[in-house]
């Protein structure tokens, strides 16, 4: 089940991250993508990895049946089919999966579940979600119900072919990671990373994202801003759209007309050199 609008258009991006079409304002955790920290945003959410920390969005959430929850969610509705240990807040609606595995609170408007669902904690129906005061204030509650969006009443079944197909996370312009990211993964980023990044896998930062940290991955390709060193295992593009401050090592680095370098430059002649070490902003 989904909760989803309009498709976006296919986007070419370079290395082999995958086919990227996803429905407008969605971010894609994929499942061998860890995230520890919060991830905000008024952006929906498919989530079929791990994410230890907090989830606080104006949207929607898909949790898939690989997906492990560690921590506080909160969205407009929940789609919960993976492990959950924490509390679940929903402003409207949580919907419990055949293969939902839930322990701990959950409060909603409206709770339905699934035939295989399993659920061990204390559930309450609220009609107010403003006196449950489950964020950190009223403030932020508050700032997340005006820029909420109208997402579509109806749910369509699309899924489980969509995730089934997909192969490369993607932080969505209206997402934001605080916190580090770690994992066997490819990875798109169009919003904002403030933490440590550290992937087996490719890394593209669109012209549109911002990563404000430390970067290891295999292949980079920078349209957008990076403040943090960069240490690819094997080629380093940024692109003439593209800016890094910081200092980037490399086996093959292609810096194009026109993109913006400040910092120093480092050959590495193999894959085997480390990573110097990264200070987590």
Not at 71 to 92: D, H, M, P, Q, R
Not at 195 to 215: F, M, P, Q, R, Y
Not at 262 to 277: N, W
Request: aromatic letters at 6%; hydrophobic letters at 35%; a neutral charge.
């Amino acid at each position: 089940m989904l909760f989803f609008k309009k498709k976006k258009n296919e986007e070419k991006y370079f290395f082999d991250t995958g086919k990227v079409t996803l429905p407008e304002g969605t971010a894609y955790i994929g499942k061998n993508l860890i995230i520890t920290g919060t991830v905000s945003g008024i952006d929906n959410i498919i989530a079929m990895g791990s994410i230890n920390g907090e989830v606080e969005l104006s949207g929607d959430i898909k949790i898939g049946d690989t997906s492990k929850i560690n921590g506080k969610i909160y969205a407009e509705k929940i789609f919960a089919g993976g492990l959950i240990e924490g509390t679940v807040f929903a402003s409207e609606r949580i919907c419990l999966e055949k293969t939902a595995k839930i322990k701990g609170v959950i409060i909603a408007k409206r709770l339905s579940v699934e035939d295989g669902a399993v659920f061990d904690g204390e559930a309450r129906m609220s009609s107010n979600p403003e006196t449950d005061n489950l964020f950190k204030d009223k403030e932020t509650f508050n700032s997340l119900k005006q820029i909420r969006k109208n997402t579509p009443s109806e749910v369509i079944e699309e899924a489980k072919d969509f995730i089934s197909n997909k192969t490369a996370s993607l932080i969505s312009r209206n997402s934001r990671v605080d916190g580090n990211v770690s994992g066997n993964e490819n990875i798109i980023v169009e919003g904002l990373i403030k933490g440590l990044i550290s992937l087996k896998g490719n890394i593209v930062v669109g012209s549109t994202g911002v990563i404000e940290a430390d970067v290891e991955a295999d292949n980079i390709s920078v349209l957008g801003k990076i403040s943090g060193n960069v240490f690819a295992r094997q080629q380093l593009i940024i692109q003439p759209s593209g800016k890094i401050q910081g200092d980037i090592s490399a086996r093959s680095i292609d810096i194009k007309e026109g993109a913006l370098f400040e910092g120093r430059s480092h050959m590495i002649s193999s894959v085997s050199v480390p990573l110097p070490e990264l200070k987590d902003n």
